[in-house]
């Protein structure tokens, strides 16, 4: 079975710094790749997404990442922070064809200082 | 505006009592998901829908259930069983399984 690994529970930036949010999965195959942001007490919004091809894509919002399928790694950048950018970060993997489920990570959180 | 619509926002379950929690979607996707989030577990999922009248167990489906008998609609019941269901409940739909997936707003459950 799959799974996701997001090493940082919490993370602490100040606003304008870059930022980097990682993401590890275990899976024999090529997965669809997901990052989400959820905001407090709301549900989840889809940042970027990974299927094929190019492995840097580019999201909502300022964010990017980047697929590197030797490390299993889809990590999560943005070179410049803002404040509203404060809330919880999910990755996510998915399996192509059949009946599918997608397993999330268990988050991490960001807090941005002024 | 195509969208998913969980109701309510916030529901209070007495000691015994099965409580429903609605989700709606009106984006056509035929599948169709309920996740429980809890602090620091991420989301876990209790039920899952590919197509009509068709569910799969999730990963904590003990003291759940559901149904799926249009498109659109898939309610998750939380039954006297699940002896610990305070939590904040995601529905979801998407595509097709394994796909990008659209949030609900969410339903915070507690016990009275």
């Known amino acids: 079975a799959q799974s996701v690994t997001q090493p940082d529970i919490h993370i602490t930036v100040s606003e304008g710094a870059s930022l980097e949010l990682r993401c590890n999965y275990s899976?024999?195959?090529?997965?669809?790749l997901f990052w989400y942001v959820q905001s407090p007490g709301q549900g989840l919004q889809l940042l970027l997404k990974?299927?094929?091809?190019?492995?840097l894509v580019q999201g909502i919002k300022g964010f990017e990442a980047e697929f590197k399928r030797s490390q299993s790694s889809f990590n999560l950048r943005k070179p410049s922070v803002h404040w509203s950018d404060a809330a919880e970060y999910f990755c996510a993997v998915g399996l192509s064809g059949g009946y599918q489920k997608v397993t999330f990570g268990t988050g991490t959180k960001l807090q941005v200082i002024p | 505006d195509g969208g998913i619509t969980q109701s309510p926002k916030y529901l209070f379950r007495k000691e015994g009592q099965n409580v429903t929690l609605s989700c709606e979607q009106n984006l056509n996707h035929d599948a169709m998901y309920w996740y429980r989030q809890d602090p620091g577990q991420g989301l876990r999922l209790i039920y899952y829908?590919?197509?009509?009248?068709?569910?799969q167990k999730g990963d904590i489906a003990e003291g759940y259930s559901v149904s799926r008998e249009k498109k659109e609609s898939f309610p998750l019941t939380v039954t006297s069983a699940q002896k610990n269901p305070t939590a904040f409940y995601l529905c979801?739909?998407?595509?097709?399984?394994?796909?990008?997936?659209?949030f609900g707003a969410g339903t915070r459950l507690s016990v009275l």
């Open positions: 990974y299927f094929s091809g190019d492995t």
């Open positions: 979801a739909s998407s595509i097709l399984s394994g796909d990008i997936q659209y």
């Open positions: 829908s590919q197509i009509v009248n068709d569910f």
């Open positions: 899976y024999g195959a090529t997965p669809y």
